[in-house]
C-alpha cells in the first residue's frame, strides 16, 4: 500500500539561504529509509534536492552544507567531482553520467521556505523526542 503524500512541510526561514550560499540540510525518509536532503538558493530561486549522488548513493557534501563549488556555479560531488546544474539536478560533467538528483518541490510564503514531500520522499515522523531536525508540526496556511 502506497504512502499517503502529507502536506508541505515548513523547512527554514528565507532569510537562511543567501544567494549561492550555505545550503540547509535536513533529514528526510527515503523508501522507509533515513537520508538526508538540502535546500540551497541559486539564481534568487530555491532548489532542493535529496542529498545522494546519482553516481554512487552517498552523501555530496564536501563540509557539512557546502555542495558548490568554489565558483559557486556548480553543485559538486565531494567523492569523485560529478557536477550538477544547480537549477535543475542535471549531471553536467563527471562520473554521473546521464543521472540527475533527485528534486524535492519547495515553495516560499511570508518569508518561510517549504517542501513538498512525495510517494518517494517523506519527512521524518516524530517521536516521543519531539520534531526530528529539519522538520516542523504544522503545515502552511
Ligand atoms: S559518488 Fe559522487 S561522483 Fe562518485
Known amino acids: ?37 538540502f535546500a540551497l538558493r541559486f539564481d534568487g530561486q530555491v532548489v532542493c534536492y535529496l542529498n545522494r549522488c546519482a553516481h554512487v548513493p552517498t552523501e555530496m557534501d564536501w563540509q557539512a552544507g557546502h555542495f558548490l563549488d568554489m565558483d559557486k556555479r556548480w553543485i559538486l560531488c565531494s567523492i569523485h567531482g560529478a557536477a550538477y546544474e544547480p537549477a535543475d539536478g542535471r549531471c553536467v560533467g563527471g562520473p554521473c553520467g546521464n543521472g540527475r538528483l533527485m528534486r524535492i518541490d519547495t515553495f516560499e510564503r ?22 526530528a531536525a529539519g522538520t516542523a508540526p504544522e503545515s502552511p496556511p
Request: a negative charge; glycine letters at 6%.
Open 110 to 131: 511570508d518569508g518561510t521556505v517549504y517542501w513538498y514531500p512525495s510517494r518517494d520522499i517523506q519527512p521524518v515522523a516524530f517521536d516521543d523526542a519531539g520534531p
Open 1 to 37: 500500500m502506497a504512502e499517503p503524500v502529507v502536506d508541505a512541510q515548513p523547512l527554514c526561514a528565507s532569510s537562511e539561504l543567501a544567494e549561492r550560499g550555505l545550503a540547509f540540510v535536513f533529514d528526510v525518509v527515503l523508501w522507509r529509509a533515513p537520508a538526508r536532503a
